[in-house]
């Protein structure tokens, strides 16, 4: 049974182990009572004396045990003296499994057969000489240490303290730390960045819908957490702090929404006189400069994607390049074939498409695809058509209106074989772009649940996504305003096209570039304006804003402003696609729910009366509204 | 007056220089546009091809300026050739002071007799191939850089981005940023510790009538915006992060408070297994290794004292041990001699106290004393009684009730010599420490304005005040308790004193120290309890304080939680007198004003009542409290 609890460390210590290796030695025992930590002796060791403190993880008959703390597991043998062995035994006994104990001893290789190759420390064991309960644990914990992965994320939310003792949750905040000092070293030392801290009490932005507000001391008036530091990091560049960054907390009021979390945080990055080449090639360096060692290597460059181009054949702005199954054009195939629903709305933006499921006859079900059917009406509104390419035929419903010569040309133009699935949507080009774009990424995880290698676990696929458009066409009509910034308002225009912000600003591409890591954006940034006047005429005439409320970032904008850039990492999911997992929460220490509660410590709560009054403010009485 | 610009730049240049030399090359010039900075270019360089960007500093007759960044400045000539000359001038006629400008040209030395040995780069000049105003300023700045200490700290803060151009911002964030990374450094790197992030929205504690509250889209819950990261750097020591640090933003709302910022950032610090001893040695080596080159070296290990001795021979917790002019208890002295005040209150409490002023007769006029007797009397009610020690004689209201022998044993136990001045306080204990204490401090800065050289300037005295009460007498009643925790309600009470929390709670010392620094606290801390009977029996029954609360730290408490200790270092404090500086809002990129307001955004400021609707509160109409 000990070999069992031992070999459910053997990934944590492997991890550990390389870790310890990768970053030096570090003195995980200097200035402690211990002198090393459990999972650093060595056969090499035998005969020196030691103190050890950790957690009591099994114990067998009150006179062997193994000790564990983040660094390893070891086992401890009771000395052959009775006298000893006895004492020692009893104060065992009475320590329950996850106690803190202190054990002092030597180092004794185990007998050949006893040795445990499973374990780094399975060559040696502690003879202890003193043994010392320092806390004695509880006996029965809320969830077991070793069974972490079976109990429910609310219960790990609940008792996080015990959670975070699990092999997986201290390596992933372990290489998070370190790779967030890795970006500070690459930043600081090798390119003389300056770190500066901007203030998380500020002034809400004009549009900031999503900010919290904090009430004051003075009446009426509220500080708000900011959304990031853009303002004052281009006010960092006006007054000659040319290369800034910043670990930065920053706060965004979603409401729920999955694997959103009201705090999250931030590589910021910003420097004067540079463009576009210079930011990639910083933050391609970087990257290459924090990458785990145990991850394979990263190439650079990173290849390079117009907008328009990751829509049109991927149906999104932050494709995943690991896999093909790409969107393909079929619309001077398919139009005038006589098929109404490709004729039906002849816009300049109508456009055929298809995407192709390879060997997906087999691997979707007619209840998949029914499902997929299903949610691409309620999200896009739209409808696909369904291709099952035979040897010697089509299974659809448009087989009998096509030539075969027709799909002849398709299936070369899409490249499909027999067996595959062929999904073809018509109508306005944003929602067949989108609906396809959905429906690629939905059969490849269905391929992949299936267990079809499509996506390599250990494939990671960088990609520049660039030229944006600088403005969108507004949802809502924002104070009069058809257009919206697609990034935000101080975005740069491509160079040449100033111009068109003055007659045609929906034309302008922007100096804008986000950084897709996997198929998730994981960092984004742009080219800011440097000029007052094309901010001001920005905020006023395109967007309709007020700036008087930006009156501080306009003047500082004539006072000497250089041209600038930056980006910012979303340090939180960047960290969580290296450690392999799928929620942000995996990689915070203590994170709140989708809805924004703190479950251990019942967060957010009611305040007294006394701290209303002394924020100046009430809360209503009746219907709880949202 | 190029020159005498030039030299305005000096201190900063050689700060800067030595800056860099100390952190190693670092590129400053990497992925840019600039091929080096304002600073680096020697008479070595000459003929190199180079491009310079910077912020106009100074021009001469449209051919000749000094351009300067965040690294230094340098001179610009345009070419002999007359029709490049003539161009680049009128482009040159056209910049205004403070505009940021490109330059590329080639390193040319200075012929002998123009060489500037005021200025680094003094030995060279550029001679400009290009020139491109990249910002034109505005001609009327409302500061001028180099006029930066002329003009108020209202003009500074309005302006902020102009302020953080000047030499002195410049060199305080450069420094703060150093002096960051290399306490990570140690941390990280030399000690094993993992930086963790912990929450800024978490729930209010309870007695944390200084927190911060956040409204949420849940109708009457609130966050509330943590002290300290106190709670979560325990709770992480129960879930074995053994080794924790971060450089934490804290929130503190304390109304108007002079040199005090509603944000401020703490190094936070937190380690299992370990004892006082192991804390005092982690910090004395952190010190020692972010310690900036240019300041004297630092001497290990810091020199101790006790909380009770420092209050009886400084006057404070936090005494500045760069000068004598200790407090002298006469008490045996005085007391029977038959003057009234000093028999009044012949309480156990009751003490005479004298502290001596050197030379005072000299440096202090009748009205400075005047003052310093209303302000003892206005902040500690309390008179002293002044003594002038003369050659043969003293000048004092009580002289003619002496003898000449109890005069004699007086000046010999103060050690006082004619020309000196003598404060003596009579009273209950800590009203008469207080006193003398306030004194001291007021006397010394007397001293030191008529140049009385008291304190070395390049003296940096640090000092651990330990054995603090774990408990005080608490001014106000909180919930039935006439008791407060002196430090913490997590703060252990000394090995072998535990058994006193029960029966004489009052006499329990805690293991409690303050790192103070020249008579500023800049770092404080305790070993926590790490048990939770005791520290439940502290919070209920002691400081009578609701437990639920912090149930969840209760319940971790006794699900193996290893002993730990660690300390929290005020970072903006000990920034500021690594630099020398008076107030903390000059190494702070944007502070608030003690009123808690951003001038130069406007923050706080009111919101929308789509915003107050959004939180469910609302601001009710009326007189606008406090």
Redesign the interface.
Same mark, same amino acid.
């Given at each position: 049974m000990m070999r069992s609890i031992c070999r459910s460390y053997q990934t944590f210590l492997i991890i550990c182990n390389s870790h310890i290796r990768r970053?030096?030695k570090? $003195?995980?025992s200097?200035?402690?009572?211990?002198t090393h930590n459990c999972g650093q002796l060595r056969a090499s060791d035998a005969g020196s004396k030691v103190t050890l %403190?950790g957690?009591?993880q099994y114990k067998r008959f009150d006179f062997m045990a193994t000790l564990r703390?983040?660094y390893g597991v070891i086992q401890i043998v009771l000395p052959e003296d009775e006298v000893k062995r006895s004492l020692l035994s009893s104060k065992l006994s009475e320590a329950n499994l996850?106690?803190?104990i202190?054990v002092e001893g030597h180092v004794q290789r185990r007998p050949v057969a006893k040795i445990n190759s499973q374990m780094p420390t399975g060559s040696v064991e502690i003879v202890a000489g003193e043994l010392e309960i #320092? =806390?004695n %644990?509880?006996e029965t914990?809320p969830m077991q240490v070793h069974e972490h992965l079976n109990v429910t994320e609310t219960t790990r939310m609940l !008792?996080?303290?015990?959670?975070?003792?699990s092999s997986r #949750?201290?390596r992933n905040?372990?290489l998070r730390?370190d790779v967030? &000092?890795k970006i500070?070293e690459y930043l600081?030392?090798?390119? @003389?960045f300056?770190?500066?801290?901007? /203030? =998380?009490? !500020?002034?809400?932005t004009p549009g900031g819908a999503k900010e !919290?507000?904090? /009430?004051?001391?003075?009446?009426?008036?509220?500080?708000?957490?900011p959304q990031s530091p853009q303002? *004052?990091k281009q006010?960092?560049m006006?007054?000659?702090?040319?290369?800034y960054f910043q670990i930065a907390?920053c !706060?965004r009021?979603e409401?729920s929404r999955p694997d959103r979390q009201?705090?999250f945080?931030q590589v910021d990055i910003e420097?004067? *006189?540079?463009?576009k080449e210079?930011?990639y =090639?910083?933050m391609e @360096?970087l990257v290459k400069y924090c990458w785990p060692e145990h991850l394979p290597d990263v190439i650079t460059p990173f290849p390079r994607m117009s907008y328009q181009k990751a829509l049109d054949e991927y149906g999104t702005d932050k494709p995943d390049t690991r896999f093909e199954m790409t969107l393909v054009d079929i619309t001077a195939i398919l139009q005038g074939c006589g098929i109404a629903i490709f004729e039906s709305s002849p816009s300049s933006n109508f456009i055929i498409k298809a995407m192709t499921c390879p060997s997906g006859d087999k691997f979707l079900t007619k209840s998949t695809v029914d499902i997929l059917q299903g949610n691409c009406k309620k999200l896009y509104n739209t409808n696909f058509l369904l291709v099952h390419v035979r040897e010697k035929s089509w299974k659809s419903p448009i087989s009998k209106h096509l030539s075969e010569k027709t799909k002849k040309k398709i299936m070369d133009t899409v490249g499909a074989k027999p067996g595959d699935l062929l999904f073809i949507c018509a109508g306005p080009r944003e929602t067949v772009n989108a609906a396809l774009g959905f429906l690629r990424l939905q059969c490849a995880e269905c391929l992949e649940e299936q267990g079809v290698r499509l996506r390599d676990p250990n494939s990671y696929k960088f990609l520049w996504v660039e030229d944006f458009p600088l403005f969108l066409k507004s949802e809502e009509t924002n104070g009069g305003s058809d257009l919206e910034s697609a990034h935000h308002p101080f975005t740069a225009p491509v160079v040449g096209e100033e111009h068109l912000v003055y007659s045609e600003p929906v034309k302008v591409k922007g100096q804008h570039y986000d950084l897709v890591l996997n198929g998730v954006e994981v960092a984004g940034g742009s080219i800011r304006i440097?000029?007052s006047d094309l901010q001001k005429y920005i905020l006023e005439e395109v967007l309709k804003e007020d700036s008087s409320e930006m009156s501080?970032l306009l003047? $500082?904008?004539?006072? @000497? %402003?250089? /041209?600038h850039g930056g980006i910012a990492m979303g340090f939180d999911r960047f960290v969580s696609l290296l450690c392999g997992e799928r929620t942000i929460r995996d990689v915070?220490?203590?994170p709140?729910t989708s809805e @924004?509660n703190?479950l &251990?410590?019942?967060?957010?709560?009611?305040?007294s009366q006394e701290?209303l009054?002394?924020?100046?403010?009430?809360?209503?009485s009746g219907d709880?509204?949202?």
């Open positions: 970053n030096g570090r $003195a995980t200097s200035v402690s009572w211990r %403190c957690w009591l703390d983040a996850e106690s803190v202190k #320092m =806390n %644990c509880t914990l !008792f996080r303290y015990l959670d975070l003792r #949750m201290q905040l372990r730390s967030a &000092m500070r600081w030392k090798k390119h @003389g300056v770190e500066v801290e901007t /203030p =998380n009490l !500020f002034r809400r !919290f507000v904090v /009430p004051t001391h003075q009446k009426g008036l509220f500080y708000s957490l303002q *004052f006010l960092l006006v007054g000659a702090i040319d290369r907390r !706060f009021d409401g009201p705090e945080t420097m004067s *006189f540079v463009d210079c930011i =090639n910083l @360096g440097h000029h501080h003047e $500082a904008l004539q006072s @000497g %402003c250089p /041209p915070i220490a203590f709140k @924004g703190d &251990m410590s019942g967060a957010p709560s009611s305040i701290d009054d002394r924020y100046h403010i009430t809360v209503p709880s509204g949202s």
